[in-house]
Nanobody, 123 residues
């Protein structure tokens, strides 16, 4: 099992920034591509970003391109999501997830999930 624990969520005004962290334990973190997803009540979980096992390749959902940055520190077993220029529509529960070896874009392709952290952006 790979345990994932997110942190860093909170309340921020529109235009502000937050940095989410996801700490992993239990298995070899560097064997897993990592992703961030988000979900609002009544809607499907939405892809936000993914990063390769080495951190050299990243992809983003269209709604966050140019504003969010995913990164990882394999020495610290942690993946980050830097969120800038936040908008009220970014309000959601944010989840990190792990997929064996390759970057993935769909919820069903991820093997492990964290419990989520709430991000609320006020207008």
């Amino acid at each position: 099992q790979l345990q994932l624990v997110e942190s860093g969520g909170g309340l921020v005004q529109a235009g502000g920034s937050l940095r989410l962290s996801c700490a992993a334990s239990g298995r070899t973190f560097s064997n897993y591509a990592m992703g961030w997803f988000r979900q609002v009540p009544g809607k499907e979980r939405e892809f936000v970003a993914t990063i390769s096992v080495t951190g050299s390749n990243t992809d983003y959902g269209d709604s966050v391109k140019g504003r969010f940055t995913i990164s990882r520190d394999n020495a610290k077993n942690t993946v980050y999501l830097q969120m800038n220029s936040l908008k009220p529509e970014d309000t959601a529960v944010y989840y990190c997830a792990a997929a064996w070896m390759r970057r993935r874009f769909s919820v069903g392709d991820y093997d492990y999930w964290g419990q989520g952290t709430q991000v609320t952006v006020s207008s």
